[in-house]
């Protein structure tokens, strides 16, 4: 099936038969399951981060060090997406999806007894191995469960404000939980959820998979989750290490590629990669997430060390975006089906980018905030729009690679922006400071860079998806074939 990706009714999946968006009562529970599995990976990402002081010191991790406690959460579960996408479609959905929830939860419970770094860091790694099983397999039960048209829509809307929040809801849990009980509480909070969802969703949950079970491609699996791995570190590492990684990544992508290109049963079908819904579809999700969260990083900056709110009121800042951000999200579904997803794909991140530019000439925390809300409602119309666009017109045998692909997005893009934004910030404000310039206003100057570079990203890529959707659709007649 070919899907026109700027049709309104291709986008929305609409027919005549799937007008109506409401659920069964079992339906709402299998989501509440799927969304819960989500907020506490996502919980995961953010929970940790105003923790690392206290965690180093108790655990004696020198300061160079605490990058460790993210960047080893962070391999695994980029890089894994898309070999448990593919090996959920093969074996088993539900199978994988509870394989992965148990070793998460038996993972948290490792970080929070850690005697030692290198314990707590084996710990992170594997919740993020965990991870990397749960939210492929979740998105792919989620999008087999809900037939393509309305309910789906408004099931990934819900989903994708679930997960935006997770990242809001951890930056103020997290610095709650460690001024109250300490840094290990928030290793046990996620162990406890991992349980209450193990003995929740086997109930529910039936399984899913192709109705074929062709042999896994092992050298394509192997070659891309070492380059995704590889891509990872490289942004996380400095020096002559980051060259060497991020040579190393791009070796192994394009060797991925061309095995994939050759291989009789491939990881990923290169043809399905060459569809524009599923490649403009992607580079959305990519953009949308690591443009956010740069601009998440460098607003804690301003917040901060310009404006001089406290931690605690910072918090309290992005709860206000968390607000936003699920309200859009539960909405988000009702605008693809008037606008289209791929209109409200490129709406969206033409949205956020106008908004993220007002932060070059932004003074003040209330003004910011307006700024960061209005934001955060192009971020999560494209957060919902992606996962459609990508998903839609494929068959449940391919779903989970096809959400592999969607969370791969996400994943390498909460990992790519701060890195490269954070570099752009500071280079700006050390050249300043040896000019002279007073901290503060070398760090604003430095955050308006930075944003500036961030909406410039945003604006190009929204006019590129643009293009290239409308002159898909102008070329290819809508049809229904195969």
């Keep these: 099936m070919t899907i026109d990706p700027l049709s309104r009714d291709a986008d929305a999946g609409s027919s005549a038969g799937e007008h109506d968006a409401r659920f069964t009562t079992r339906a709402k529970l299998i989501l509440a399951i799927l969304c819960a599995a989500q907020f506490i990976i996502s919980l995961d990402f953010s929970i940790l981060n105003v923790a690392l002081p206290d965690l180093g010191r108790e655990l004696g991790m020198e300061q160079a060090d605490l990058q460790w406690a993210i960047t080893a959460f962070a391999l695994p579960s980029g890089g894994c997406l898309l070999l448990f996408g593919r090996l959920a479609d093969l074996y088993g959905r539900r199978r994988l999806f ?3 929830v ?3 939860t038996a993972a948290s419970v490792l970080a929070t007894f850690a005697w030692n770094p290198g314990v707590f860091v084996a710990g992170r790694a594997l919740q993020g191995l965990g991870a990397a099983a749960v939210i492929p397999t979740g998105m792919s039960l ?10 789906r829509n408004r099931a990934l809307g819900v989903s994708g404000s679930v997960l935006s929040l997770g990242f809001t809801v951890g930056m103020l849990v997290g610095g ?7 840094w290990r509480s928030t290793m046990a909070l996620l162990a406890v959820a991992g349980v209450v969802l193990a003995v929740a969703a086997p109930g529910l949950l039936t399984e899913s998979r192709g109705a074929h079970s062709p042999r896994l491609d092992l050298p394509g699996a192997a070659t891309v989750s070492g380059g995704l791995v590889c891509l990872i570190y490289a942004l996380s590492a400095a020096g002559a290490v980051r060259v060497v990684a991020m040579a190393a990544a791009v070796l192994l992508l394009g060797v991925f590629v061309v095995i994939e290109s050759r291989a009789a049963q491939p990881l990923v079908s290169l043809t399905m990669l060459r569809r524009p819904t599923v490649a403009f579809g992607s580079l959305g999700g990519l953009i949308t997430f690591s443009m956010m969260s740069a601009f998440i990083f460098l607003l804690t900056l301003y917040l901060q060390d310009v ?7 910072t918090g309290l800042f992005f709860g206000g975006q968390g607000v936003v951000l699920a309200v859009t999200g539960m909405v ?3 605008v693809i089906r008037v606008l289209g997803a791929g209109r409200t794909l490129v709406a969206g991140l033409a949205l956020q980018g106008v908004c993220t530019a007002a932060m070059t000439v932004t003074e003040g925390a209330w003004p910011a905030l307006a700024v960061v809300c209005l934001a955060s409602v192009g971020h999560m119309s494209v957060v919902v729009s992606y996962g459609v666009t990508v998903t839609s017109g494929l068959p449940d045998t391919v779903q989970g690679l096809a959400t592999g692909l969607v969370t791969s997005a ?3 893009g909460i990992t790519v922006g701060v890195p490269i934004l954070s570099a752009v910030c500071v280079t700006r404000v050390s050249a300043l400071r040896d000019a002279g310039q007073a901290a503060a206003p ?3 100057s430095g955050v308006r860079l930075a944003a500036a570079v961030d909406a410039a990203v945003l604006l190009v890529v929204s006019l590129v998806i643009g293009y290239a959707l409308l002159r898909t659709t102008s070329r290819r007649p809508r049809r229904t074939s195969a």
């Design 142 to 151: 989620l999008t087999t469960t809900f037939p393509e048209g309305p309910r």
């Design 98 to 100: 509870l394989g992965g």
């Design 332 to 334: 988000s579904s009702r």
């Design 102 to 104: 148990l070793l998460f």
């Design 176 to 182: 709650a939980m460690t001024d109250t009980l300490g």
């Design 442 to 444: 070398a760090l604003l």
């Design 307 to 313: 404006e001089a709110l406290s931690p605690l009121w």
């Design 410 to 412: 996400q994943q390498i």
